[in-house]
């Protein structure tokens, strides 16, 4: 038994079956003049467009200065970006606007934060303590962290060098 649907050969119109004279013939194409081509892109000055004053919140800017104050915007949400961040700190950078602070990091007995394990920093960030840390905040911290820490934890103390601190 053959798969294939035996239809007659019939000169029958109706749905699915136009009439041979609106059929394409065998080789000709169903769209000969074929897709018409997309226009030229519009040729757009730039800088004239970045150079044009807007109006913000009633006052004249141009719009490069809007647009950086609408990424310095992106970049100071919380749920902003980070390539806004780098485009802003990359502007500034480019104008002068950002150097690095004048005074220098005061040494004291503190340790680095490279000294301690990234845990107890983050039990330090997590109860609200902002760097620098107090001896007495970095010593909860280390006994929190004591007490809860396991077999890989320990094995990545002992690795990173922290074991000593640890102990201490």
């Known amino acids: ?68 104050r609408q990424q310095v915007k992106k970049a100071l949400d919380p749920k902003g970006a980070l390539t806004s961040v780098r485009h802003v700190i990359e502007t500034f950078e480019e104008h002068g606007a950002m150097r690095p602070p004048d005074q220098k990091p005061v040494k004291n007995e503190l340790p680095s934060q490279m000294e301690f394990p990234w845990a107890i920093q983050e039990i330090l960030l997590r109860r609200g303590y902002m760097h620098p840390w107090t001896k007495e905040q970095i010593a909860e911290a280390k006994k929190l962290y004591l007490e809860t820490r396991d077999y890989g934890d320990r094995k990545f103390d002992e690795h990173m060098g922290h074991e000593e601190w640890l102990n201490t």
């Open 1 to 68: 038994m053959s798969d294939k649907i035996e239809r007659p050969e019939t000169d029958e119109v109706g749905f699915g079956r136009p009439p041979k004279s609106g059929q394409f013939k065998k080789g000709e194409s169903g769209n000969p003049k074929g897709r018409p081509k997309n226009a030229d892109p519009a040729v757009v000055d730039l800088e004239a467009v970045l150079a044009d004053e807007v109006m913000f919140n009633g006052t004249p800017m141009d719009a490069r200065e809007l647009e950086l």
